[in-house]
C-alpha cells in the first residue's frame, strides 16, 4: 500500500490506509480490541470506526 497522501484521496481514504498497514504489524494469533487497534493507527478513539 502507498502510504503517501495523494490528491485524491479522502480522509476515509487515508485512515483506510493507516489502519490496514497498521493491522498488517499485528502478528497471526494475536488479540488485539478494535480499540487497541485504532489507537495503534492513529486513529483515537475510533473503535467503532475500526469495527
Do not use: K
Not at 479522502?10 to 478494535?34: C, F, H, K, N, W
Amino acid at each position: 500500500m502507498n502510504c503517501d497522501p495523494s490528491p485524491t484521496q479522502t480522509p476515509a481514504d487515508i485512515r483506510r490506509e493507516a489502519l490496514y498497514s497498521t493491522l498488517m504489524q499485528v502478528p497471526a494469533g494475536s488479540v488485539v480490541t478494535y480499540g487497541q487497534l485504532a489507537g495503534l493507527a492513529g486513529l483515537g478513539r475510533a473503535a467503532r470506526w475500526v469495527g
